[in-house]
């Protein structure tokens, strides 16, 4: 938790072109010719706006999840470097099971481009291997059994599927089953 806090102080330090400082006799801290007032009478952090924080609103939550099949664990919120279709899913929900054969299109077309990752939700990771396995699913998913992402986001049904540019930052979701036009849309957004 205290990590936003940090990325907030180094970003306060930057923006305010913090120089070396030093105290004067009644307690505020003198930086060239500004003066700054003690901490306890300076604003808390977590009253600036989030952005100003460090910590991106439309960034993933701080979960780490087991992979489904063979593999290490994946931090949601380390998903950087390359744009991302993350899809909410579970084997009792039939638009999820109706347009996974869509996401496999997808990344059959875009996986050089685009990483997708599944994220079976308040599912029998059991049953979620074998679904994958029957319809040859070849994109990468992860266990959430507890719902904690879908929970995080404020949505209450599946399926979701989230577009994350390279930076980690969400730019786009879709709630509820995709047809083709609405995930080419996603995929757009991600490459354009």
Not at 25 to 34: E, Q
Not at 127 to 154: K, W
């Amino acid at each position: 938790m205290a990590r936003p806090y940090l990325g907030g102080l180094l970003a306060l330090a930057v923006l305010a072109g913090c120089t070396t400082s030093t105290r004067d006799d009644i307690g505020s801290t003198s930086t060239d010719d500004r003066t700054v007032t003690p901490a306890a009478t300076a604003p808390r952090c977590e009253d600036l706006p989030e952005e100003v924080a460090g910590a991106s609103v439309d960034a993933l939550p701080p979960l780490t999840l087991a992979c489904l099949g063979p593999g290490p664990d994946v931090s949601l919120n380390r998903l950087t470097g390359r744009p991302t279709l993350l899809n909410l899913w579970a084997t009792w929900c039939l638009p999820c099971r109706e347009e996974m054969p869509l996401l496999q299109e997808a990344f059959v077309r875009y996986g050089e481009d685009i990483r997708l990752l599944g994220v079976d939700t308040q599912d029998s990771p059991e049953g979620a291997a074998s679904f994958v396995s029957d319809l040859e699913i070849g994109y990468p998913h992860v266990l959430d059994p507890d719902g904690e992402l879908l929970s995080s986001l404020g949505v209450r049904g599946l399926p979701v599927t989230l577009a994350i540019d390279e930076g980690g930052r969400i730019v786009a979701r879709s709630v509820g089953q995709l047809n083709a036009e609405e995930l080419q849309q996603l995929v757009e957004t991600l490459t354009s």
